[in-house]
């Protein structure tokens, strides 16, 4: 049989390994010396339980209010009836020719006067999503072009905070019914703020006192202001289990909408 002190030992051991778990550090020492086997194996099992109730019960939200930088673009896009899918590489949309009573059957798909066909009632049409996926992959492809980011938080780039297609502006460059294509040049203007790598800044975070879990968010440059929640109140510690850790990311001046 294990002795009282040998256990102390191990349990210290198991404490001093686990810091998320210090504030149940004495509950083990206040057993009386020596133990039944039965009780040794029940006290065993109940700081093992309470240990986990108070690693997965904590949990924090973090909003990080972050620098914020326009991004005014134009693109290319072709439209093809030909195409069955996105041609991203290519920067090309699958199109369909129909007729412009059809505008409230489809209301996925844009219909702009631009791309009607003179003299007629026949309009070249898109999926509003389509256009939005391609505008993401060509903003992602300029972001990708930036080796110098070395950073495993930031080396992701920058990425819009919230797309607003319906401020974009679009001009028509060419247009050919008979062969069912057109190119189009898309205007925009985005909010881009850091693409984080929240894995990352939760790795660097976790089982830290919320101060020094701040002090560390800090470091960022991006980051203008840091607000911490934790449930329950008087946990001081961030939460051991990733799952447990949650970010908002909103741009300084913006007040209230989170991302």
Not at 75 to 89: M, P, T
Not at 157 to 168: A, D, S
Request: proline letters at 6%.
């Amino acid at each position: 049989m294990l002795k009282y002190e040998n256990i102390k030992r191990i349990f210290n051991f198991y404490f001093n390994f686990c810091p998320s778990a210090d504030g149940l550090h004495s509950a083990f020492f206040i057993m009386p010396s020596p133990f039944s086997p039965l009780k040794f194996y029940f006290v065993c099992f109940a700081v093992l339980v309470l240990f986990f109730f108070f690693s997965w019960w904590p949990c924090l939200q973090i909003d990080l209010f972050v620098h914020s930088e326009p991004l005014v673009a134009d693109f290319k896009v072709g439209l093809d009836v030909l195409a069955k899918k996105v041609v991203f590489n290519l920067g090309i949309l699958p199109a369909e020719i129909v007729d412009i009573g059809e505008k409230e059957n489809r209301p996925e798909y844009s219909f702009q006067d631009i791309l009607q066909e003179q003299g007629s009632d026949r309009v070249m049409i898109f999926r509003r999503a389509d256009l939005e996926d391609l505008i993401k992959f060509k903003i992602e492809e300029l972001n990708s072009r930036d080796s110098s980011r070395t950073d495993p938080v930031t080396r992701r780039g920058k990425k819009i905070f919230r797309l607003q297609p319906e401020k974009w502006k679009m001009e028509v460059k060419n247009k050919d019914f008979p062969a069912g294509q057109a190119e189009l040049a898309v205007f925009i203007q985005e909010e881009m703020i850091e693409n984080y790598d929240f894995d990352e800044l939760k790795g660097m975070i976790k089982s830290k006192k919320l101060r020094e879990a701040e002090s560390e968010l800090e470091k960022i440059s991006s980051i203008r202001k840091i607000e911490m929640e934790i449930h329950p109140r008087f946990w001081r510690r961030v939460p051991s289990f990733l799952n447990r850790i949650a970010f908002r990311v909103i741009p300084a001046n913006v007040s209230s909408t989170p991302h």
